[in-house]
Nanobody, 123 residues
Framework: QVQLVESGGGLVQAGGSLRLSCAHSGIIFSISAMGWFRQAPGKQREMVALMPSGGSTVYGDSVKGRFTISRDDAKNTVYLQMNSLKPEDTAVYYC?????????????????WGQGTQVTVSS
């Protein structure tokens, strides 16, 4: 029932900006964290930004100072503002939600993913 839908990806020139959106629905469990990850062809998925509930937001070293994660709970949306984009930022960007599954006896945290949105930065 949990759904995460990314949007806002596209083609942008180096130095430009882009804002990604993640609309989420069906989240009835406690949110441990919301985040953004990315994956380029032939490379492992890497953390871009992670915003724990009640904790400090962390950013991947390669995006610190350039990307900002935020959320608007009234709109059930998480954003990733990307500035000063570089060609190496080209990747599929995935929204994720870490949910504490209170329906399970263990109360384990499960990681849910959106379908991804392509970001291409040209030089």
């Amino acid at each position: 029932q949990v759904q995460l839908v990314e949007s806002g990806g596209g083609l942008v020139q180096a130095g430009g900006s882009l804002r990604l959106s993640c609309a989420h629905s069906g989240i009835i469990f406690s949110i441990s964290a919301m985040g953004w990850f990315r994956q380029a062809p032939g490379k492992q998925r890497e953390m871009v930004a992670l915003m724990p509930s009640g904790g400090s937001t962390v950013y991947g070293d390669s995006v610190k100072g350039r990307f900002t994660i935020s959320r608007d709970d009234a709109k059930n949306t998480v954003y990733l503002q990307m500035n000063s984009l570089k060609p190496e930022d080209t990747a599929v960007y995935y929204c994720n939600a870490d949910l504490r599954r209170s329906d399970l006896r263990s109360g384990a945290v499960f990681r849910y993913w959106g379908q991804g949105t392509q970001v291409t930065v040209s030089s």
